[in-house]
């Protein structure tokens, strides 16, 4: 789990310190991420990392109202939601590294973390795929009777996929516990969304399917908390489903191999400024929070990614045989008949 507090563990002594929770885990996020972008981009890693640095409110913000027993699916920019879920971080590094020991058997990299143990159903590389598997996953939460959610995670660009159509309307007509979250940072891919989404976007469609919706500066930690938090309780009040549009900026381009040529560099400057870490610890500090403590949040994650990072480096490969485990096996092919 490392530092954070363990989601649906006893809640910290005060407000205050629940927010200092939330900090260092977004630390923890965006450290994690740049030793992925880096470990990827120096050719340690194999395959790409799509980054989620400069959305970390998000994860953060709604997976600390989140139970063990409570499920996440994600999408392709999934590290985020993993660690805030409670995913092993060094498991996670190792498995970005295809090593022996990662989360999926070095099988899955960076686009397919998973970490069932903690209701952590799967990353995925394919868009807007985690909302049908989520909501399966709240059908069989309903079936079971059991007393747990389903927060799904998904991108703007998703919204114009069948997918969301299909699982959002399901949803609604079975009054499913799932809460959708749009993580919409502008983009899908290297396309602005306003340039492939007509209307008023993810809410406005959810609307119209019967999903309540809330809209929210994603960059606002504070605001996510006080929109999940009560998105949260309506599910699990039996409301059914309910989405979360939280407005963010992805700093990275679409991949750590995307220089991101298509974006005017004061629009990312302009993004960065808005630094939902900065801004949280900015509120912490008004809160009387010292600036000490603050500091060793930061240095602390850093150092913790680096050393995940330095393990997985020198972890070694799956064995070979490991290639045929998790691999259905039909049996012998039926003879050919002419």
């Not at 590389?125 to 909501?135: E, K, L, M, Q, S």
């Amino acid at each position: 789990m490392g530092p954070n507090r363990p989601p649906g563990g006893a809640p910290p002594p005060n407000e205050t310190a629940r927010l200092v929770a939330m900090l260092r885990l977004m630390h923890r996020i965006r450290a994690f991420e740049r030793e992925a972008v880096a470990a990827m981009r120096s050719g340690e890693a194999p395959g790409v990392v799509h980054a989620s640095i400069g959305q970390e409110a998000v994860a953060a913000g709604v997976c600390l109202h989140l139970r063990r027993t409570d499920r996440i699916t994600s999408n392709h920019r999934g590290h985020g939601h993993a660690l805030a879920k409670g995913a092993d971080a060094r498991a996670m590094m190792l498995e970005l590294y295809g090593r022996a020991g990662g989360a999926c058997g070095g099988k899955g990299g960076s686009m397919h973390i998973a970490d069932f143990s903690v209701g952590m159903l799967g990353a995925n590389g394919v868009v807007g795929a985690g909302i049908p598997i989520a909501c399966g996953a709240a059908q069989g939460l309903k079936l079971l009777r059991q007393d747990a959610i389903v927060a799904c995670f998904f991108g703007d660009g998703a919204v114009n996929r069948g997918p969301f159509l299909e699982g959002l309307n399901w949803a609604a007509l079975y009054r499913l516990p799932v809460l959708f979250v749009c993580e919409d940072n502008g983009f899908a891919a290297f396309t602005r969304t306003a340039e492939a989404t007509a209307g008023a976007g993810a809410a406005a469609r959810a609307e119209a399917i019967g999903v309540p919706a809330l809209s929210v500066d994603g960059t606002d930690a504070l605001a996510v908390d006080a929109a999940a938090a009560e998105l949260v309780a309506a599910i699990r009040a039996g409301g059914g489903p309910r989405l979360l549009h939280a407005r963010c900026y992805r700093w990275e381009g679409h991949t750590g191999t995307d220089p991101a040529a298509y974006r005017p560099a004061e629009e990312v400057a302009a993004a960065r400024e808005r630094d939902p870490i900065r801004r949280l610890a900015e509120a912490l500090a008004g809160r009387g929070v010292d600036a000490g403590e603050i500091a060793a949040i930061a240095a602390e994650a850093e150092a913790e990614m680096r050393a995940h990072r330095e393990a997985a480096r020198a972890a070694p490969p799956p064995d070979l045989a490991a290639a045929f485990a998790d691999v259905q096996d039909i049996g012998a092919p039926a003879p050919c008949r002419a």
